[in-house]
């Protein structure tokens, strides 16, 4: 079964204060994998797909990192504003034929300024 | 680009209603698009996954006889939640994936909060 884990549950950072989110995996045939950002209330926003381990994606301060078995989003010098929760997903081919998403948990940010 | 439209983003309404809420991918044609229930401080629940003509297929302990999934388009998925009661008021939220399949992102709605009374 596939399986998404992410950690830490909950981070809190101060306004500056670098640091990385965890998302470790375990799927036969990934496709790929997915990071989002959802804000309370919304729907959850696409901001990476990663397909191949060494694969790294930039955006502001953000950096997506993948491996074998798990991926890192790297939050570089992190603002209020980039409080949220990401959320990490995986596709992989399902008996019926679908490729079915898989979710993680996420990992709730807050970033006090 | 990549927008997905739902609706209604907000529903009230009294015990053994059936309530439809649209999901429409704006800007590109959506092969596959996904129906999801979310609980407060909770991630994500895939309910069912449908493709454009063909008949949704349900995750395990979904009942499909109440939440009726239609795909009749590429750009247009709509969940009725038939007769429903209290405990169905939640957080729902649309997907919509271009074809490409597995290495191809989901674009998400903003959700639809039902609460029944």
């Known amino acids: 079964e596939d399986q998404v884990t992410q950690s830490p549950e909950a981070l809190r950072l101060q306004e500056g204060e670098s640091s990385s989110l965890n998302c470790s995996y375990t799927?036969?045939?990934?496709?790929?994998l997915f990071w989002y950002r959802q804000d309370p209330g919304k729907g959850p926003e696409f901001l990476f797909t990663l397909y191949s381990a060494g694969e790294e994606k930039e955006k502001e301060r953000l950096k997506a990192t993948l491996t074998k078995k798990e991926s890192f989003l790297h939050i570089t010098a992190p603002k209020p504003e980039d409080s949220a929760t990401y959320l990490c997903?995986?596709?992989?081919?399902?008996?019926?034929?679908?490729?079915?998403?898989?979710f993680g948990r996420g990992t709730s940010l807050i970033v006090h300024p | 680009g990549a927008v997905v439209s739902q609706h209604p983003s907000w529903v009230i309404c009294k015990s053994g209603t059936s309530v439809k809420i649209e999901c429409r991918s704006l800007?590109?044609?959506?092969?596959?698009m996904f129906w999801y229930r979310q609980f407060p401080k909770q991630s994500l629940m895939l309910m069912a996954t449908s493709n454009e003509g063909s008949k949704a297929t349900y995750e395990q302990g979904v009942e499909k006889d109440k939440f009726l999934i239609n795909h009749a388009s590429l750009t247009l998925s709509t969940l009725t939640v038939t007769s429903a009661h209290p405990e169905d008021s939640s957080f729902y939220i649309c997907?919509?994936?271009?074809w490409g399949g597995g290495n191809q992102p989901q674009h998400f709605g903003d959700g639809t909060r039902l609460s029944i009374l």
């Open positions: 997903a995986v596709q992989a081919l399902s008996a019926g034929g679908s490729y079915i998403p898989t």
């Open positions: 800007d590109f044609q959506a092969t596959t």
């Open positions: 799927v036969s045939g990934l496709r790929g």
């Open positions: 997907s919509a994936r271009n």
